[in-house]
């Protein structure tokens, strides 16, 4: 089964909804964040999208023609899963559209082969996955801002009892990563 991972860039307050101008995808990126940022790309095969937030890729990164960071280039190339239930054509190669459940349709796509498949933005979809127990990692980019407001990562109310990390990095720019899996319920009761 292919892994679900959860990608996400955070404020220190746990924002993930961009209301300010704290993240900038157009910004010079540390050559360090950059480089682990396409370590990530070559583990993945698959992006896994809300609409709002493939109309915003869309809508910016193929205009990014001089893109030195290969951000574009990757995001132009990998396959994209859209879920919608309005969208009939993607206008961007290399996309698919999924209907019906979104539930249900993901799981369909971790039973393929194939590499990570990474959710970024997309929250009322990132909280459904959450809420079904989809996901296998969370890789948190903890931006140094508190914006104050906006909606978490995380649903309201909704209980990970533990997380294991995975991986922590800190970047020049003040931006912490950190790489987490939930403990599965049945391990946190064999933990002494």
């Keep these: ?95 698919t559209i999924l209907t019906g459940d979104p539930v249900e349709q993901v799981r369909a796509l971790k039973d393929r082969p194939g590499k990570d498949i990474v959710c970024t933005g997309s929250i009322t979809l990132t909280h459904a996955l959450i809420t079904a127990g989809l996901v296998d990692e ?6 140094p801002a508190v914006q104050g407001r906006g909606r978490r990562l995380f649903p309201d109310g909704h209980v990970i009892p533990e997380l294991r990390l995975l991986d922590a990095r800190s970047f020049g720019s003040g931006v912490t990563y950190a790489a987490y899996r939930p403990v599965p319920a049945r391990a946190q009761e064999e933990t002494p």
């Design 138 to 143: 969370y890789r948190l980019f903890t931006h």
């Design 1 to 95: 089964m292919r892994t679900l991972v959860i990608t996400q860039n955070i404020t220190l307050d746990g924002a993930v909804e961009m209301l300010d101008d704290w993240f900038d995808p157009s910004g010079e990126p540390d050559p360090d964040y950059l480089d682990l940022t396409h370590q990530q790309d070559r583990e993945a095969d698959a992006c896994l999208l809300g609409r709002q937030t493939f109309e915003d890729f869309r809508g910016y990164w193929p205009l990014q023609t001089h893109d030195a960071t290969g951000i574009a280039d990757y995001l132009d190339r990998v396959q994209k899963y859209v879920v919608s239930s309005t969208t009939t054509d993607p206008q961007w190669r290399n996309s």
